[in-house]
C-alpha cells in the first residue's frame, strides 16, 4: 500500500476547491463533487481513497460485490465494504509513479520516461501526465485515458498480465 496520512475536514467551505489537494506531499483532501470511479473499471489489486466519516483513507480492493455493487477495501487499519460513491481516484502524477517503484529517467529533449521492468510511460515534459506514451514490448499506447492510479494498474495488467504494486521488481 501506498503510505499516506489522512485529514477530517469538518466545514464544507474548508474544502479545497481542486480534486485533490497535496498537503506536506502526502495528505489528500476531496472534492465534494468528485470524480466517481466506475464499479466496472475496478479490479481487485487496485489502488484507490476510500471516504468514511469525513477521513480519507488509502486502500486496496480486495473483494468485489457485483450484485450490490459494494467494494471491500483493506486499509492501514482493517477491511471495510463501501459503496462506488464513498470511492475517489488517486491522481497519477510522479509522486504516485515513484510509490509505485517506477524509474525515472530525465530525457535531454526535455520529455521524463519512468520505468518498471519492461513496462515505460514517457511524459512530454517533467509533470505533464495530460499526455503520455506507454508500451510493454510490442503493445504501444499513445496518449491513453490514463489520469489516476486505478486506470494506469489496469492498463498493465492489460498489457502484462501482472497487476500493478507498489512492490520493486
Excluded at 32 to 40: A, D, L
Excluded at 103 to 125: E, L
Amino acid at each position: 500500500m501506498l503510505p499516506l496520512k489522512t485529514q477530517k475536514y469538518t466545514e464544507k467551505s474548508s474544502i479545497p476547491e481542486s480534486f485533490f489537494e497535496f498537503k506536506n506531499s502526502l495528505t489528500y483532501a476531496p472534492k465534494t463533487n468528485c470524480h466517481m470511479i466506475k464499479f466496472s473499471d475496478i479490479k481487485i489489486g487496485d489502488y484507490v481513497m476510500a471516504e468514511y466519516e469525513g477521513k480519507m483513507w488509502e486502500g486496496e480492493v480486495v473483494r468485489l460485490n457485483g450484485d450490490e455493487k459494494q467494494i471491500c477495501v483493506q486499509t492501514d487499519v482493517q477491511e471495510f465494504w463501501f459503496s462506488q460513491d464513498q470511492l475517489h481516484p488517486i491522481p497519477l502524477n510522479e509522486e504516485t509513479l515513484l510509490k509505485l517503484s517506477f524509474a525515472k529517467q530525465p530525457n535531454d529533449d526535455g520529455s521524463v520516461k519512468y520505468m518498471k521492468g519492461s513496462f515505460r510511460i514517457v511524459t512530454p515534459k517533467a509533470g505533464d501526465f495530460s499526455q503520455m506514451e506507454m508500451w510493454y514490448r510490442e503493445d504501444r499506447r499513445h496518449n491513453p485515458n490514463v489520469h489516476f492510479v486505478h486506470q494506469l494498474q489496469n492498463h498493465y495488467l492489460d498489457m502484462t498480465k501482472i497487476h500493478l504494486t507498489s512492490s520493486p521488481m
